[in-house]
């Protein structure tokens, strides 16, 4: 593996061309992975996620202690949703967007609105701004390099989970390149990393493809997104989604519950639809005063 090496020189010294020999190589490098460039693994489709962290007055930050916000709608994103998440004593601020990348300021500044006095008064500690993926790469395996995590593509539609499946994705494949060395007897080659590969395929691919289905269903109107907001209100929907969400998996249900579920679904729809006229008539416009 050939690499630059740094340090040593000082801020802005030129590193030095190295060469280092390794049994296999696994690219955990982020979704502008450079290992998968290497590899020749291919694009994905990608959101860019925006976020404000936000310092607010300690007695607005006694309201978030005990919760997170999460907001839909066309103003604050056209296919995604924006948040309001708690951190140690600060809140993150944010939205994102897979197909209206060029109007996210817009959309951030829209998502402060909704938020309203709950942050108003507060001060943007720092601004940051990802690209999350949206789909595993077209190629995660090749000889001996395997991409996990944000470099494979491991993110999830609809949540923009990606923490859990990038450690889950690390650990599965450290122990298929343990298994297939044979506690170091053996060279591993790419039949041993794909075993990586079909494992984590076969335990998740339910579940991307699950919310991968919510997303398009539910993120592309706000008749929809009216009717995503209503049926999360039903207590059925919270524990599956709770479990689900704990398991990392989908958690089979009741077929009772689900058919009941399906109908409520429909007349949500329906009913959002009917109302499509007014809600795309009231929208927030008014501005927001952080500093």
């Not at 989604?241 to 704990?246: E, G, R, V």
């Not at 007349?267 to 005063?289: H, V």
Request: with cysteine; glycine share 8%.
């Amino acid at each position: 593996m050939h690499y630059t090496k740094y340090g040593g020189g000082g801020v802005g010294a030129a590193g030095v061309a190295s060469t280092l020999e390794v049994d296999a190589v696994i690219g955990a490098d982020g979704a502008n992975s450079r290992v998968a460039k290497a590899i020749g693994a291919g694009d994905y489709e990608y959101a860019i996620a925006f976020q404000e962290r936000v310092k607010i007055p300690e007695e607005k930050m006694e309201y978030y202690k005990e919760r997170a916000e999460m907001y839909v709608g066309a103003d604050v994103s056209s296919d995604f949703y924006a948040w309001v998440f708690p951190k140690c004593d600060h809140v993150a601020v944010g939205t994102g967007t897979v197909i209206d990348k060029g109007d996210i300021k817009r959309f951030q500044a829209a998502t402060r609105l909704r938020a309203g006095d709950k942050i108003e008064g507060g001060r943007i500690l720092r601004v940051e701004a990802h690209p999350i993926p949206e789909h595993p790469r077209p190629r995660r395996v090749l000889d001996r390099v395997a991409l996990v995590g944000d470099a494979a593509g491991y993110v999830t539609k609809c949540s923009g989970e990606g923490i859990y499946f990038a450690a889950k994705s690390g650990r599965m494949c450290a122990e298929a390149i343990l298994e297939g060395s044979e506690a170091g007897s053996r060279m591993v080659d790419e039949s041993d990393l794909r075993r990586y590969l079909n494992k984590f395929d076969k335990t998740y691919w339910p579940t991307y493809k699950v919310l991968d289905v919510l997303q398009k269903v539910f993120y592309r109107s706000n008749p929809a997104r009216e009717a995503f907001v209503e049926m999360c209100a039903d207590e059925y929907v919270q524990k599956m989604t709770f479990d689900s969400y704990l398991y990392k998996r989908v958690v089979p249900g009741s077929p009772l519950e689900d058919l009941k579920l399906a109908v409520k679904t429909i007349g949500s729809l329906i009913r959002a639809n009917a109302l499509r006229n007014y809600m795309d008539t009231n929208t927030l416009t008014a501005p927001t005063n952080l500093r």
